[in-house]
């Protein structure tokens, strides 16, 4: 049976799933549901100075049938009182002693710093988060965003409140920023124990065409807004990686953006994660969505042999290369399974018009061909395909060699000029511009035999 507990930078977790700081941690009785429903941990919503809040506060971006795959607010911190949260956090871990309660916080000065900590610790909270992500409202008072983009003032803060606390402290990193690491490694210098990312995308995310104001409106007027959801997954993957592949970082990393099922929890924790946060799906779906998580990646870990969470933390990193180091030589085709296409052409259009016209339409048939010499197996028509499974990519070299653009480059062996033997694209087939404007556009493109191989083996490279 896997083990799913954790202990993430020393704050102890019955599993690695916690609630993200935001809505659904506002209050003690949010928490104690959600403990109660399974969650094992949750950073509460953030602690700090008196805010005001606006009303409307959310936005979202639906695509066809699917509601909220992006979700944006331009919410502030908590805005109740900071003595209602503390004794709610007591509360909370009186009764829950095994569940890790994390207090956010986001304040300014030193004297402050040292206070909500001291405020929070004796509350009972079992770490700290250091809110330096929120990318709307508290960044132009000088916080949230306004620090995370700043690793000098970062570092500042967290060797403040590293003066006082006794307990693990994560620092929220703000995706707003061209190089995550930056801030990451300020974080580490500043004495922080861990780091959690992402917070926010700086976001505006539609424009209502009668009133001319983005979303959400207020008062006929609207503001950017923080950006989170399953579209913001691959930007947060992103960064967790560039923070766990760091050697100077080298801090345990809590996961967050677009988790919504177990299989993003587990990709968040293959990159690095150690723990991971939810947001959106708990406030779209509720607390429920919990046993779903946890049963999954209890199967998950049962079928890959894992027996604890540690297990898995990072073993997709070594596969995460940079593009000069991958294979060369590596080649796959199209192939459409006759059996499953249901013919509607969606694959032939996708190659045509924004591929390689490697996808032939023959008579009497709505199954498309692929044009094995011209496909590149760039992937798209399988993307694009509507049958699970109908196009799969089939490996045509036969593995026995290995050379990467790094490879080549240190032999000497790259292409100087678009005319070289070795360039890329130079047997690269592509019809005549002015085949697109005949009769038969629409039916068969030749395909003209070119090279399969493309890329010439270098002679200094033994394969692997
Ligand atoms: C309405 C709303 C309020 C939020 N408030 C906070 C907050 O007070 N403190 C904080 O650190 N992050 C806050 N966040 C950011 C989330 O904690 C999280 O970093 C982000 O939503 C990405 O996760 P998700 O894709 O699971 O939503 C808020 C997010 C939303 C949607
Ligand atoms: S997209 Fe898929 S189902 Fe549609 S024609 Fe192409 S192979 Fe067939
Ligand atoms: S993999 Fe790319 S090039 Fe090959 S058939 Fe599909 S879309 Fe065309």
Redesign the pocket.
């Known amino acids: 049976m896997p083990d799913l507990s954790i202990n993430f930078a020393g704050i102890k977790s019955p599993n690695p799933f916690w609630l993200a700081s935001a809505p659904p941690t506002n209050s003690g009785y949010q928490v104690m549901k959600a403990f109660d429903a399974g969650w094992g941990g949750a950073v509460w919503k953030t602690l700090g100075v008196p805010v005001v809040n606006v009303s409307s506060r959310y936005g979202g971006v639906n695509y066809r049938d699917k509601r909220l795959i992006g979700f944006n607010n331009i919410e502030l911190i908590s805005d109740r009182p900071l003595s209602d949260n503390l004794r709610e956090i007591e509360e909370v871990k009186k009764r829950f002693p095994h569940h890790a309660v994390i207090a956010s916080l986001m304040v300014q000065s030193r004297q402050e710093w040292h206070d909500i900590v001291r405020a929070s610790q004796d509350a009972g909270a079992d770490g700290l988060e250091l809110n330096f992500g929120c990318p709307h409202g508290m960044c132009e008072r000088g916080m949230g965003s306004a620090v995370g983009q700043e690793p000098n003032v970062l570092r500042t803060i967290v060797e403040w409140v590293m003066e006082v606390a006794t307990v693990p402290v994560i620092v929220k990193l703000t995706p707003n920023i061209s190089d995550i690491t930056e801030p990451a490694l300020a974080a580490r210098q500043g004495g922080a124990n861990a780091i959690s990312l992402i917070n926010t995308i700086q976001s505006i995310v539609g424009v209502d065409l009668d009133q001319f104001s983005p979303y959400p409106i207020v008062d006929g007027q609207g503001t950017n807004g923080g950006y989170c959801g399953p579209a913001v997954k691959p930007i947060a993957l992103n960064m967790v990686k560039n923070c766990a592949q760091h050697p100077g970082v080298q801090l345990p990393i809590s996961g967050i953006g677009g988790i919504e099922n177990w299989r993003d929890a587990v990709e968040h924790i293959l990159l690095g994660a150690s723990s991971v946060q939810v947001c959106t799906a708990a406030m779209h779906f509720g607390f429920g969505i919990i046993r779903e998580m946890t049963s999954g990646l209890e199967q998950y870990m049962r079928e890959k042999g894992f027996q604890t969470i540690n297990d898995m933390v990072g073993r997709a990193l070594p596969n995460v290369k940079h593009w000069e180091e991958l294979n060369l030589h590596y080649k796959v ?2 192939s459409i399974n006759e059996q499953k296409c249901i013919g509607c052409q969606l ?1 032939y259009t ?2 045509e018009d ?3 016209q ?2 032939r339409l023959n008579e009497g048939t709505r199954v498309p061909e ?2 094995d010499e ?9 993307l694009v395909c509507p049958v699970e499974e109908c ?1 799969t ?1 089939e490996r045509r070299d036969d593995g026995t060699r290995h050379e990467t653009w790094q490879q080549r480059t240190l032999a000497g062996n790259i292409p100087s000029e678009f005319e070289d033997e070795r360039a890329g694209g130079r047997h690269h087939w592509v019809p005549e511009p002015a085949a697109a404007l005949g009769k038969e556009k629409h039916k068969t493109l030749p395909g003209k035999a070119r090279q399969f191989e493309t890329v010439p083996a270098s002679p200094q490279i033994v394969s692997e």
């Open positions: 085709t199209a694959c996708a190659c924004g591929a390689h490697a996808i692929i044009i011209n496909c590149v197996g760039c992937n798209l028509c399988s196009i990519m």
